[in-house]
T-cell receptor, first 113, second 114 residues
Framework: SQTIHQWPATLVQPVGSPLSLECTVE??????LYWYRQAAGRGLQLLFY??????ISSEVPQNLSASRPQDRQFILSSKKLLLSDSGFYLC????????????FGQGTRLTVV | DAKTTQPPSMDCAEGRAANLPCNHS???????VYWYRQIHSQGPQYIIH???NNETNEMASLIITEDRKSSTLILPHATLRDTAVYYC???????????????FGQGTELSVKP
């Protein structure tokens, strides 16, 4: 069966420090991968998505970047965190053949202080 | 993607059916209705989706009106573990090779009470 792993679960970082959040998927090949952020309120905002190794699309301009060094690995990074980067970050994957369902990781609660 | 409107919150007694409404009056003919839920501090979980016909799975039932301008998610026997925020989303395909441009909106916070 397929599983998605996201870590760490919680993170407290000072302003100006770097960030690296990692997401890996098991049990599938060539997944579509996504990074979302949930800030104030409940809505989720798509940050990045990837349909293959080295292929990254950004949805909104921001202080973050993403990389996909391996087929089932997706990394969210920042060189210098801002207070506004605080939030709940979620990684998700979907099967490129099944366009109706997506699977989310458990999320990372990031607090920038 | 069509806009959806949901009540911000609802209560339901444990063991009773929970009926969560969603309005999507501008839905296009090729757009699906999706439902996800998010339990506090966890990732969203897929529940069900449909196009025209009513759908049922092990988690819930989805009732879509004939004109497709509204739908209702039904949890037949709500339990305390069903307490979550429920999101109704309308789009052509939820996930495709053009990117998962998923807009969850604010959803309905369902509280199941003993």
């Amino acid at each position: 069966s397929q599983t998605i792993h996201q870590w760490p679960a919680t993170l407290v970082q000072p302003v100006g420090s770097p960030l690296s959040l990692e997401c890996t998927v098991e049990g599938t090949s060539n997944p579509n991968l996504y990074w979302y952020r949930q800030a104030a309120g409940r809505g989720l905002q798509l940050l990045f998505y990837s349909v293959g190794i080295g292929q990254i699309s950004s949805e909104v301009p921001q202080n973050l970047s993403a990389s996909r060094p391996q087929d089932r690995q997706f990394i969210l990074s920042s060189k210098k965190l801002l207070l506004s980067d605080s939030g709940f970050y979620l990684c998700a994957w979907s099967d490129y053949l099944n366009t109706h369902e997506a699977f989310f990781g458990q999320g990372t609660r990031l607090t920038v202080v | 993607d069509a806009k959806t409107t949901q009540p911000p919150s609802m209560d339901c007694a444990e063991g009773r059916a929970a009926n969560l409404p969603c309005n999507h009056s501008t839905i296009s003919g090729n757009e699906y209705v999706y439902w996800y839920r998010q339990i506090h501090s966890q990732g969203p979980q897929y529940i069900i989706h449909g196009l025209k016909n009513n759908e049922t799975n092990e988690m819930a039932s989805l009732i879509i009106t004939e004109d497709r301008k509204s739908s209702t998610l039904i949890l037949p026997h709500a339990t305390l573990r069903d307490t979550a925020v429920y999101y109704c989303i309308v789009r052509v395909r939820l996930w495709d090779n053009q990117g998962g441009k998923l807009i969850f909106g604010q959803g309905t916070e369902l509280s199941v009470k003993p």
